[in-house]
């Protein structure tokens, strides 16, 4: 069974930093590009942060651009999201994604060009 798992979330102070885990298990991810989507209180899902296949190259929403880092490690199939300043609209619930294709070489926003989904992890920013 193709899972995975996200990890990491929590309360903090508006300032303060966290850092989210996704873990993969049931296949190899590690010629998908990898990304973080979230989806805040009534909001639509918003694509985050997205990471190459091969890890030298990332792509972040404007939100996020110098405040998070997207990184993985494919030796341990696991994809990480350090995320730092962390602001209360940074609240919402955090997924984990694969590209549903191998070997893209282009990043995607949409949520339909991935096709595998985590449950997601709750990060809560207090003001």
């Known amino acids: 069974q193709v899972q995975l798992v996200e990890s990491g979330g929590g309360l903090v102070q508006a300032g303060g930093s966290l850092r989210l885990s996704c873990a993969a298990s049931?296949?190899?991810?590690?010629?998908?590009?990898m990304s973080w989507f979230r989806q805040g209180p009534g909001k639509e899902r918003e694509f985050v942060a997205a990471?190459?296949?091969?890890?030298?190259?990332?792509y972040y929403v404007d939100s996020v651009k110098g405040r998070f880092t997207i990184s993985r490690d494919n030796a341990k199939s696991a994809v990480y999201l350090q995320m730092n300043s962390l602001e209360p609209e940074d609240t919402a619930v955090y997924y984990c994604?694969?590209?549903?294709?191998?070997?893209?070489?282009?990043?995607?926003?949409?949520?339909?060009?991935?096709?595998?989904w985590g449950q997601g992890t709750q990060v809560l920013v207090s003001s």
């Open positions: 049931g296949r190899s991810f590690s010629t998908n590009v």
């Open positions: 994604a694969a590209d549903a294709f191998s070997f893209r070489e282009g990043f995607s926003e949409r949520s339909r060009d991935y096709g595998y």
């Open positions: 990471i190459s296949w091969r890890g030298g190259r990332t």
